[in-house]
């Protein structure tokens, strides 16, 4: 049986599941693939500290060379996170004739295309399914089963971190403090939430997702986004109202040769598929010209399912290497496919402003949208109490640009027919 030695860069949360995932399945591996697959090094700079995993000890090394330099690995597996230094660790992996898997989504979205080249000039394969929707296999499935649809749509769930704050908010009626705590707790979010809380992991993913659905390159920091910390018990109860539930929402679209993108709380409709997926559930909801509509579901973080992700990486890979095959003949991020981005684009917005409650003050605002091309799709106005000068509305617009509802919006409150504007949140129209 042919033996596939493996070195591992780091041994935290998904370090531990892959590791788990190979022992717990060693016997079904083998039997499935015929190979003997070990880690026979793991890069820890602290082996001291307890993992709380049985790793014998001499598999640890604390120096990077130990593993990119030792002729007998043939898979580096990159699970320290970050960019820096994992993307150089990677880049030399690869340079040293070694496969490279990762669950990297920060490194990929950042670097994918330069790692990419760099596997293709050496004829070696970089492999990233991990990097996405921890356990779902979506990146794999777009560039395997579905290599033949062209796409037009994507839509994802792709933290699960916000999406539990959302559903406790939604069916437990909590505010975002309180759910937070109750993530935090129970260990969905770090002390620290803010990659997840302000839509910068979800940005990295959507950005990766871009790039293998569309073949067109838009980095992170090009995607607008716009996290949860806004969204309020009211805004969820105002949408439940009107027929939608709020997710955090990964998006882009392919239409007319532009690309249009954006991540950000959004109403969705109650019985579109995503709008049932969740706690810390992760889904992604695809459309090709093939297959239409797909919606792939799943745990999208987690040690076991992320290190079962990691695990199908490289048997994959294995499998190449035993037949003396493992090379791309084309890299994955292709980005010549003739489509220019376009920002955010237009979308449907949901809108709750705070208006002084006297006669006119309406019409004021429906004649201001009219100037600028907002189109109402409907409204609704809260009763208050009898002693408030205030008054709640809430619109939902038509399709239109951020910058012109942003434009609008000022003008509003510019000229008193607003007090404020309370929230501007995307409206999923499908």
Request: glycine share 10%; hydrophobic share 40%; proline share 4%.
């Amino acid at each position: 049986m042919k033996k596939i030695k493996i070195g591992m860069l780091g041994i935290g949360n998904i370090g531990q599941g892959t590791y788990r995932t190979l022992e717990m399945s060693r016997a079904r591996i083998e039997e499935a693939t015929g190979l003997n697959l070990e880690i026979t090094k793991i890069l820890n700079r602290h082996p001291e500290r307890d993992r709380g995993i049985d790793i014998p000890r001499e598999k640890y090394v604390t120096d990077i060379h130990e593993i990119i330099d030792d002729p007998e690995i043939d898979i580096v597996v990159e699970l320290i996170g970050g960019i820096e230094p994992a993307t150089t660790f990677m880049a030399d992996a690869l340079r040293a004739g070694k496969h490279v898997v990762t669950a990297n989504k920060a490194a990929i979205a950042a670097n994918g295309e330069l790692l990419q080249k760099i596997a293709h000039e050496n004829h070696l394969m970089l492999r990233f399914e991990a990097s996405v929707a921890g356990g779902i296999p979506i990146l794999n499935a777009v560039t395997t089963a579905l290599i033949s649809n062209e796409f037009s749509e994507v839509q994802g769930i792709l933290n699960g971190t916000t999406n539990y704050i959302l559903t406790k908010m939604t069916e437990n009626r909590q505010a975002y403090a309180d759910a937070l705590r109750d993530a935090q707790a129970k260990g969905f979010a770090e002390a620290d939430p803010t990659a997840d809380v302000e839509g910068i992991d979800a940005a990295n993913k959507l950005s990766i997702l871009i790039s293998l659905l569309f073949g067109i390159g838009v980095a992170p920091d090009q995607i607008p986004t716009r996290g949860i910390t806004t969204v309020t018990s009211e805004d969820i109860s105002f949408a439940r109202e009107f027929g939608y539930r709020i997710k955090l929402l990964g998006s882009a679209r392919a239409k007319n040769g532009e690309v249009t993108c954006n991540v950000e709380p959004s109403l969705v409709p109650e019985d579109h598929p995503l709008a049932n997926v969740n706690n810390e559930f992760n889904a992604v909801y695809v459309t090709g010209n093939a297959v239409d509509k797909l919606m792939f579901y799943g745990r999208g973080a987690g040690p076991l399912p992320t290190g079962s992700a990691v695990m199908g990486d490289i048997i994959s890979i294995a499998r190449k290497i035993e037949k003396n095959a493992a090379y791309d003949l084309l890299p994955h991020l292709r980005y010549d496919a003739g489509l220019s981005f376009a920002g955010e684009g237009k979308n449907p917005y949901y809108i709750r402003v705070t208006a002084p409650d006297h006669p006119g003050v309406l019409g004021q605002i429906t004649s201001t949208f009219g100037v600028y091309g907002v189109g109402i799709r409907t409204m609704m106005q809260r009763a208050v109490a009898s002693h408030s000068d205030t008054v709640p509305l809430i619109f939902i617009v038509y399709a239109i640009e951020k910058n012109i509802l942003s434009t609008a919006l000022d003008v509003l409150v510019g000229n008193g027919s607003v007090l404020r504007v309370d929230n501007v949140l995307r409206v999923l129209d499908f």
